[in-house]
């Protein structure tokens, strides 16, 4: 059977170990494995032996924020463990910590040889993930270097310098070469009768560029105490509903994740933030859309998300036209990376723009922080990007050219550059892909209340009245063409997207769930769509699949179409509110609120899409990010949509 693997996440940090507390240092596949710190695996080997044998797991890492496991060596049943082992892990900033405790189970002194292989490669993200590419590395050096209470490891490429530092208390009795890079820390332990020793053992990560003055934590327990305070802080002045207290739960669960996915940032004025991630383990960095949507559902209960992400996003927003990064004047960015490839331009996402959302998505939460807060501040600071943001919808986007905000598929980056981003989800009912340009519903419907929320900044806070109404009327034209190039009278629907020649993609889709949360559709419009959405073949009973089912396209295991979404959901369960649809926003927050229940309170980033009434249990999405920022703030949203009802 296949090892399971365990994620410890501390802000931009996340360490992925097996059942033991071990890191076999595999290459490639969905999972990781190994310690990550800014795209890059700074430890890619760390594996325990005892008196020179792998030990036996009596209890294995349970799921939590810190890894606890018992460990004793192999024996059979007529001969009981001369020791117990206790392991510990935990992560930090840029760090792993591990305590190591050795208990005798004899009445006799009692002698143990203990031993721990460590590696770093220093492999990017992107050549372990299953994406078939390879890189090239033309002089990359790796160096070992003992020390006097452990080894550092070094990895150097031109310019580029990363190190990885692991010692321990007490200090080795020898560091052993392995024959393959990695180096043995071992040490012989002589215990009394019943006795117990115990070993701490740090490993500190500096990426390249990392100037940070950082200190690993004295224990795993240290480290606990410190991350569940900044939990505590976290979750401070939320009211969870009393009424409901598996939505309590959710949100809880929720704050303290959101807690730990937070990762430094840059504003315009060079100043340092903490922002959502957008999940672990592969997207521990800023991503545009999944920031902003993250800090709209949580803005009513922590608008300080919201205060973080926007000048953080205008700190990186497009002055310039570049081809490899779909970058464009006034585009506001798809995806931050730091990683060796990315730094190199071997892959385009060191800042990469392949999005067609993340701009007016800027401008929602932007309109929506001033409204929620009354702190016109940002909104003044931010006036330029706004309005470099505005000017691109209307220009690059394709608003006053084609009418709609419009991409193209990148060569070499994203296929679809909206929610649905995987290269088949954009599709007809019967799976066939659209040709051309591709214009996506829900993109319009953040475009519409992009343009009126930037018009109502532009009235109240800056003052410049003229400039609201061409924005009022650009949205209001952007409302009469989308109702009547997209709706689908004879389904009474809207269609998915239009593809290059301007004909409907007819899939059934939940995207029309985002046109409720936007207001783009009138309300007649708006109750069929939102009544539709809790039909059985949308509805599992967890909540709205991507796609409906009964559509030769749908399937419950495909990434976009037929899985369930949660932040999607929570999409659309404030647009039922919106629509006065309550009891189906009821529905949609009981049927996440109970899939959450099922796992521990905390949702996933996706669920297959298989039906409540033959499956009682949700059924995981194979490749789902363990931890995600959207999700984790979507039991927020749903407290919004329905007020704990």
Known sequence: MTERHHLLVHGGTFAAVGDRGDISGYRGGSAP????????????????????????????????????????????????PAYTL?????????????????????????????????????????????????????????????????????????????????????????????????????????????????????????PHGDKRALRVPRSPAAL????????????????????????????????????????????????????????????????????????????????????????????????????????????IVHEVRHGELAHFGQVPYARYYGSVDATPLFLVLLGAYTEQTGDTGLARRLERHARAAVGWMLDHGGLTSRGYLVYRADQGGLANQNWKDSPGAICSAEGTRPGGPVTAAGAQGYAYDALRRTA??????????????????????????????????ERSFPALALDGRGRRVDALASDAGHLLWSGL???????????????????????????????????????????????????????????????????????LVDAASATGHRLPEVLAGYGRDTHPEPVPYPHACVRESRSASAPLALLTAVGGA
């Open 86 to 206: 206790f392991r510990e892990q935990a992560v930090g900033d840029a760090s792993f910590v591990e305590s190591l405790r050795v208990t005798s189970n004899r009445p006799a002194p009692t002698t143990v040889r203990l031993a721990v292989t460590a590696d770093a490669d220093f492999t990017d993200q992107f050549e372990l993930r299953s994406d078939h590419r390879t890189y090239t590395k033309a002089g990359a050096v790796r160096s070992r270097q003992v020390l006097g209470h452990g080894v550092e490891f070094t990895y150097r490429r031109g310019e580029w310098r990363s190190v990885t530092t692991v010692t321990a208390e007490p200090q080795p009795d020898a560091v052993e070469e392995t024959g393959t890079g990695a180096r043995r820390l071992v040490w012989t332990l002589d215990l009394e009768p019943h006795g117990t020793a115990e070993l701490v053992l740090r490993v500190m990560a500096r």
């Open 456 to 489: 109502w900044l532009a009235r109240t806070v800056w003052q410049d009245g003229t400039y609201a109404d061409l924005l009022e009327q650009a949205a209001g034209d952007l409302r009469d063409r989308f109702q009547r190039d997209f709706w689908m009278p």
């Open 33 to 80: 494995d190994g310690m990550f710190v800014q795209d890059a695996r700074h430890l890619s080997r760390w594996q325990l032996t005892v008196d020179g044998a792998v030990p036996d797991t009596l209890t294995p890492v349970a799921d939590g924020d810190t890894a606890r496991c018992v460990l004793v060596p192999r024996g059979g049943r007529n001969e009981p």
């Open 521 to 591: 559709l009138d309300k007649e419009y708006g109750e069929q769509v939102g009544r539709r959405l809790l039909e059985p073949d949308f509805f599992s009973g967890w909540g709205v699949r991507t796609l409906a089912a009964g559509q030769p396209a749908y399937h419950p295991l495909s990434y976009h179409r037929g899985s369930v979404w949660p932040h999607d959901n929570a999409l659309i369960a404030l647009g039922l509110a919106r629509y006065g649809l309550h009891d189906e926003a009821r529905a949609i927050a009981r049927g």
């Open 224 to 331: 606990q105490e410190r991350l569940l305070a900044r939990e505590g802080r976290f979750m401070e002045g939320v009211a969870f509903p009393a009424g409901w207290p598996e939505l309590s739960a959710a949100c809880a669960r929720g704050l303290a994740d959101l807690a730990a996915l937070q990762v430094p940032a840059t504003g315009p004025d060079g100043e340092e933030l903490r922002v959502p991630a957008a999940g672990a383990p592969w997207f521990l960095t800023l991503l545009g859309r999944d920031a902003l949507l993250t800090s709209l559902f949580a803005l009513p209960y922590r608008p300080r998300l919201a205060a973080a992400t926007l000048p953080a996003l205008a700190a990186t927003q497009a002055a310039d036209t570049g081809v490899s990064e779909v970058a464009q004047p006034g585009k």
